[in-house]
């Protein structure tokens, strides 16, 4: 499911650089990950996969997130990183965790904004991809300002 997901541009959108790998480089990629770099599928209630989101190490925790173009904009990805926000604060010692989005991609800022993240700066022409350089946001939360689980603690009504 995810190789497939992986090699298709349309599901990486116009922001996001994608790998075209094949089906065995994709599982090999992700059984080597470790606790500090995992990938999780983003799925419906039906358990229909949609997408994915990872935490990894790069200096600090990061986090990255993409769903596939039928399924944005219907709050999935917000709920995502909420869970994983949670989740890493609640799991681990860290004191922050931060995320880049690109400059252009205002649908990837506001999810982080809607989870507390705080936009730190621009990282300008940070990433060379489709032809051309392409600057970056830097959004951050602190453990001091996520205070609480927002998902992980909810029970249902």
Known sequence: MWGDMNNNPENFGEFLWFPQQSRTEVEKRYDALTSDNKWFFIEKKDGTKIGGIVHFLRGSLEIGYSLVPDERRKGY?????????????????????????????????????????????????????????????????????????????????
């Open 77 to 157: 990805c917000s709920e995502a990183v909420e869970i994983m926000v949670d989740y890493l604060f609640l799991s681990k010692d860290i004191p922050r965790i931060q995320a880049h989005t690109d400059l252009e991609n205002m649908a990837s800022q506001k999810v982080l904004e809607k989870a507390g993240f705080q936009k730190e700066g621009i990282l300008r022409k940070e990433s060379f991809f489709r032809g051309e350089w392409r600057s970056s946001c830097v959004f951050s939360i602190l453990r001091e300002e996520w205070k609480e689980p927002k998902i992980l603690t909810r029970t249902k009504k």
